[in-house]
């Protein structure tokens, strides 16, 4: 076996790779471990197969989107920032463009693309990869770098392996659970496939307002997803993980005050005089796929109400999509057991983690995977530094 044994071959595993091999100047000296036929099968399937590859706002902007400590993730960023994962990808044959949000994606809007030059890279950097093959402790190594995901989306491979390393080296490993995933309201009718733009979204945890979001949300068969519901289904999740009661309040129309709903519904009413029935009216103010959920989630709603439930359509949720739909995991081996300017750990010396494996997540919109990418090269070059140094 090589000096440097890396387990999984995913995104922050490759970037570990390319990164070790380029610090020990001998790729032949590293090793990459996948339990699938290919690297990077879940990269395939991110962004909806598009990939966000990361978000271009500056450290002070993209901290927030880090939990549950952006503090940790700061060395790392730095080590192997926004910037340079779009110049990386550049000059791998990749040219990029950035959307809305500072999203950056492939041209291409191909994840395909990302998946295979980040492999090209490992190849190149002349990385031993041995496919089909788990981590087994009798395997010599002298470092180790742990980079075997989480538990989300199992059919890709991530079924928590790199968990039970972490406890069998001694490390402590915080509670797992499904996070940027649909959430499922009690009662759901669900009125197909409806995107929402424009919208508020509120999260109450008992009586408790705990956050707030404004953009796009949608309804699909599997609850309240999109950008907002993955927002804050981290929180959400986590409550009802504890048995804590969840609600989200929907303010379909943000950008007015309930006076300026009325005054509206006054000049609609006032210009077509059929508009004084309530489902003729709504369907002048929301998606005719709406209309009768909203009506029966508001039984005897008549025109003075309208406007009071447009600002707060209050949903119970009772459960969420598990690991099988979550993008990503929270939770992971515990932050206070690593070095956060190395990625190695404070338990064990010549080990590493990198990734979702980690208990470090981000919001949606390209923060996981520059977590990936970030904790992947450092862990990379702390390993070589280390195997180097011994």
């Given amino acids: ?12 595993g490759m970037m570990a790779a390319i990164f070790a091999a380029g610090r020990i100047g001998d790729g032949s000296r590293v090793t990459l471990l996948e339990k699938n036929d290919r690297l990077g099968r879940k990269i395939y399937l991110t962004g909806k197969g598009r990939c966000n590859i990361t978000n ?21 960023f730095k080590c192997f920032s926004n910037e340079d994962v779009r110049s990386f990808f ?22 395909s693309d990302v998946a295979q030059a980040l492999e090209r ?28 995901g989480g538990r989300s989306y199992p059919v890709t491979g991530s079924t928590g392996d790199g968990y039970d390393i972490a406890r069998s080296f001694g490390h402590t490993v915080a509670r797992v659970f499904p996070s940027l995933t649909a959430l499922m309201p009690s009662d759901y009718r669900c009125p197909g496939t409806v995107h929402l733009k424009n919208v508020a979204l509120t999260l109450y945890v008992g009586r408790d307002l705990v956050q707030r979001e404004e953009g796009e949300m949608s309804f699909t068969n599997d609850g309240i997803e999109g950008a907002l519901g993955f927002r804050v289904s981290r929180r959400a999740v986590w409550a009802l993980e504890n048995g804590q009661k969840v609600t989200l309040s929907l303010d379909l129309k943000p ?7 009325n005054a509206r519904i006054a000049r609609e009413i006032e210009n077509d005089a059929s508009l004084s029935s309530v489902p003729k009216l709504l369907r002048r103010l929301l998606p005719a796929e709406l209309v009768q959920p909203f009506m029966e989630a508001h039984k005897g709603l008549d025109i003075n109400m309208i406007p009071d439930a447009l600002k707060d359509w209050r949903f119970l949720i009772i459960s969420c999509k598990g690991y099988e739909r979550a993008v990503v995991t929270a939770g992971g081996v515990s932050l206070k057991e690593i070095n956060p300017k190395t990625m190695g750990s404070l ?10 494996v980690l208990d470090l997540d981000g919001d949606t ?26």
């Fill in 1 to 12: 076996m090589s000096d440097l044994v890396i387990v999984g071959g995913g995104a922050a």
């Fill in 56 to 76: 271009m706002r500056s450290w002070n902007e993209f901290s927030r989107h880090i939990h549950p400590d952006s503090k940790f993730f700061k060395p790392a």
């Fill in 90 to 111: 550049e000059e791998s044959g990749v040219p990029v463009t950035e959307e809305q949000g500072r999203r950056l994606f492939p041209v291409s809007m191909k994840a």
């Fill in 121 to 148: 890279k490992v190849r190149e950097s002349g990385v031993k990869i041995l496919y089909n093959t788990v981590w087994n402790p009798s395997l010599s190594y002298g470092a180790l770098v742990v980079a075997t």
């Fill in 255 to 261: 950008a007015l005050s309930q006076q300026q709903i």
């Fill in 347 to 356: 338990v064990h010396p010549g080990l590493f983690f990198a990734g979702e």
């Fill in 365 to 390: 919109g390209g923060y996981n995977l520059q977590v990936a990418f970030s904790t992947g090269a450092l862990a990379g070059i702390s390993a070589a530094d280390y195997l180097m140094s011994t």
